[in-house]
Structure formats: C-alpha cells, structure tokens
C-alpha cells in the first residue's frame, strides 16, 4: 500500500470517528435533555398527587379498611400526563385502583407499569401501552415508614423517539457526506503534500538514469518541512555535483601525477638500453622513483583518512617541544639555500596532540614556505597562546599569493604556477597542504593562510590547549 493511500485511510479513519463520536455526544445529549424535561413534569405531578393524599385507617370516619381521599381532585388531571393511584395489599390480595373511573388511558383498567407497584422507591421506567410508547414515573405511597401503595404518572413519548429517530438519520447522512467530503479533500491534500515527494523521487529516478548531477527541485510554496525538504535536497545534490566534480578532477590528477615519473624512468630506461649503464639517468630514475612513492604513500594517507582508517593517539603534548625539533630540522632543510629560518617567538604550551603528526603538519608547512620563497628572504616559526589555543604560525617572505590560489590552497594537486618557485620546477603532488589540514582536524583545530601577492605568506594553525607550562 502506498504513503498516499495510507494517508488518506488514516485521515478518513480519524475524521470519521471524530465525527461519529461527537455525534454519539449530541445525540445523547438531545435525548437527555429531552428525556429530562418530561421526567421533570412526571415528578412535579406526582408531588402534587402525593401532597393531596390524606390516608384514613380503619375506624377513622367509619372506615373499615385503609383507604385515601384527595383534598383536591384536579391533581388527578394534569394536561397532557396520566395519572393512576394504587392501594397495594398483600401478595395474596389482588391489586385494586382507586378512582379507576378518573384515569383510564383509553380503555386501559390496569397499572400503567405493573412491575413497578410494589417498589419502595421512586423510579423511572418506560413501556408501550396501546402502540404508544409511554414514560412512567412511580412514586411510593409511606403511610407509618411502610409502603401502601403507589402513585404512577406516564406521559407518551413517542414525539421525542421520532425527534431523536430523524436526528440519527440527519446525523449518519452529515456522517455520509464527511466521508465523501474527507475523502476528496484527503486526496487533494495527501497529493498536495506528497507532490514534493515525487518530484524528488523522479529527480532521483533521472539522475540514476541519466548521470545528471544538476538537476535540482524548484519549491514555490512557503518553508515549513516539505520546503526545507527540497532545499536539504538541492544542497545535497550541489554537494555531490561539487564532489563528483572533485573526483573526476582527482582522477585526472593522479593519472597526470603518476604519468610523468612514469614517462621519465621509461626515458631514461631507453636510454640505458641504447647506451649503457649512465649515472645520470640512474639518478633520474631514482629521483623519480622516490617522487612516485612519496605520492603513492601520499594518496593512500589520504584515501584512509577519508574512509576513517586511521587512528591517531592523543595524548598531553608539549608543543614547544615538538616546535623545536622542527625548527632544528628546519635549518637543515634551508642550509643549501640562502634563507634565515628563525623562531620569532616561543611560549612553552601544552596540547592534546600526537608528536609525529604535528610534526608531519609543521614541516609540510615550512617546506612550502622554503620551496617559495627567493634567496635573502626569512622563514619565521612562532609559537604562541591565543585565549585557549595554542598558535603556531609559519610565515615567509616568498612570492606571496593571490585570493583565488588562497581559496584553493588546500584543494588535492593543486600547486601554483612552478615558474614562481625557486627552483622552477614542480618538486611536489600538491598534497603537502591537503594532508595538513587532515592533520588540524583531527586535532579538532583550524588552519588559515594569510597572503599578498610578493609580500610573502603566513601559515596560522590552532590547536586547543591544555594551559601554559609553569
């Protein structure tokens, strides 16, 4: 069964037993308060039956046997109600109306409820006397705290059973046209609300057909679930057009990367075969060699990286310790080449960090700054507090950069124009950035770069610390 069908059953279901049970109220209700007003009228009679009768006992006005007398005879009358006094004797004696003669109900002799006679309390009950259906109200007569007779009032109710019979049948008609009513307007509301639903189901079903990463929903309607439903949508298919995009550019980088150390063994390899054993080509082919496998072990960092293959341990670091191990090797790295590496300043901090991580991340980062940066020029390292972070800055007095090379610095195989360089040629993957920021990551920090086209570059890594060393 489908969402559309189900909604529509769920939405009849619950409407109609709204419906019917507030109709089973009103219903009910009307009945009562129908039903209330004529027992009303039958116990208002029957007190002023009751208030009129005098008892007289045996030997009183030369009376031999119980009887009773009415102070006034129009109580025996009212309009539109029936009235019956019984004098009850016992079990073995038959049951004998007084003033029969002034109330007969159309030729009816007996009790109006005859299961009623002898209750010793005041009850309500209804029966059908002649075809028409009857109310009647029994009411003990107490004569010394015992019970000698009863006084019985009815009045006919069939006008409220008829009133009530075409409420039911107005009733279960509204009933019958909600349905209907429900039934249409579930539909047009299940198909209005679903409507975003399909759309997405059919931009899903072109995508999968199709390959088409740019197709996106267009929402007219206000921003509530269904609204921020497509926009999740639409955001999610830009990431995945913009993923999508990465990886085919991604591809296209591995293949141009591996191709060219590739290309140049096998050239040099030629060049053995025609001429012999040269140092010169196997140097080549070893420089080459090392460039590739540095790639290789660079892409697969990455690859576990991305899939969450790699754990790094945390643990309390002192980060000036690691500063210095840098900058020592920092030295070592730039004494071929007229720089001055310094330490512009140093501050002993203490992080939740792993040493040989953030020591791959500084050193990723000051060979960049080295690679571009001219002779004469300085490579700074600092180390320094920020509130609650540990800053580490690299800076350089290199080439500099410009806003669109800053907004793709951190992007896989990118690398800037290698004419600007040093040396002139491309000495790396361009990877070097995109593992630094793997590394700041997992580190719960955060990387910046600041930079000006031939006013050199700055390097800001923050890592939560842990506090200042005493």
């Known amino acids: 069964m489908t969402i559309r069908r189900k909604l529509t059953l769920w939405y009849i279901g619950l409407l109609t037993l709204i419906i019917t049970l507030f109709g089973a109220v009103i219903f009910g209700v009307v009945r009562w308060v129908m039903l209330d007003a004529v027992d009303t009228n039958l116990s208002r009679a029957a007190e002023d039956v009751l208030e009129n009768i005098r008892v007289i006992h045996p030997g009183e006005f030369g009376a031999t046997e119980t009887t009773i007398v009415f102070r ?26 007084s003033l029969e003669q002034e109330t007969e109900l159309e030729g009816i002799r007996g009790p109006l409820m005859t299961t009623t006679l002898y209750s010793e309390k005041p009850v309500f009950s209804q029966t059908r006397i002649n075809g028409t259906l009857m109310r009647i109200y029994t009411h ?14 009815g009045a006919p109710i069939d006008t409220i059973t008829t009133t009530t019979d075409q409420l039911l049948v107005f009733m279960v008609g509204a009933l019958a046209l909600a349905i209907l009513g429900a039934l249409l307007s579930g539909i047009m509301l299940t198909n209005r609300v679903l409507r975003p639903l399909d759309e997405i189901t059919d931009a899903a079903v072109k995508i ?40 085919q550019r991604f591809v296209a980088d591995v293949s141009h990367e591996l191709r060219t150390p590739l290309t140049a063994i096998r050239g040099n390899l030629d060049i053995i075969k025609r001429y012999g054993m040269d140092e010169a080509s196997l140097d080549a082919i070893e420089s080459e060699t090392e460039r590739m ?28 310790t690691v500063v210095l191990e840098v900058f020592q090797e920092a030295q070592v790295l730039a004494k071929d080449r007229d720089l001055s590496v310094v330490l512009d300043e140093f501050e002993p901090l203490r ?32 180390l320094r ?13 290199g080439i500099g950069m410009t806003k669109e090379e ?3 610095i951190f ?58 060393i005493q």
């Open 72 to 97: 006034r005879l129009e109580v025996l009358r009212p309009p539109g109600l029936f009235v019956q006094v019984w004098l009850t004797q016992d079990e073995n004696t038959r049951i004998e109306p």
């Open 140 to 153: 003990p007569i107490i004569d010394n705290f015992q019970p000698i007779g009863v006084v019985q009032v």
């Open 208 to 247: 999968a057909t199709t390959d088409d990463l740019t197709t996106r929903l267009t929402w007219q309607g206000p921003m509530d679930e269904l609204g921020r439903l497509a926009r999740v949508f639409n955001h999610m298919m830009d990431r995945l057009e913009h993923l999508f995009t990465i990886e």
């Open 293 to 320: 496998s540095r790639l290789v072990n660079d892409l697969l960092l990455l690859a576990r990286a991305d899939y969450g293959e790699i754990s790094v341990d945390l643990y309390p670091l002192d980060l000036d």
């Open 351 to 382: 992080i939740q960090g792993n040493a040989d991580r953030i020591k791959q991340l500084m050193l990723n980062l000051i060979s960049n700054a080295i690679k571009f940066t001219p002779d004469g020029g300085t490579v700074g390292i600092a």
């Open 385 to 397: 507090p920020r509130g609650g972070w540990a800053e580490i800055a690299i800076r350089d007095t």
């Open 406 to 408: 800053q907004e793709r």
């Open 411 to 468: 992007d896989r195989f990118y690398q800037v124009d290698s004419s600007r360089t040093h040396s002139g040629r491309r000495d790396g993957a361009g990877l070097g950035l995109s593992i630094a920021q793997w590394i700041v990551e997992v580190h719960k920090g955060r990387i910046n770069v600041e930079s000006e086209p031939g006013k050199g570059t700055t390097f800001q890594v923050w890592l939560p610390i842990l506090g200042k």
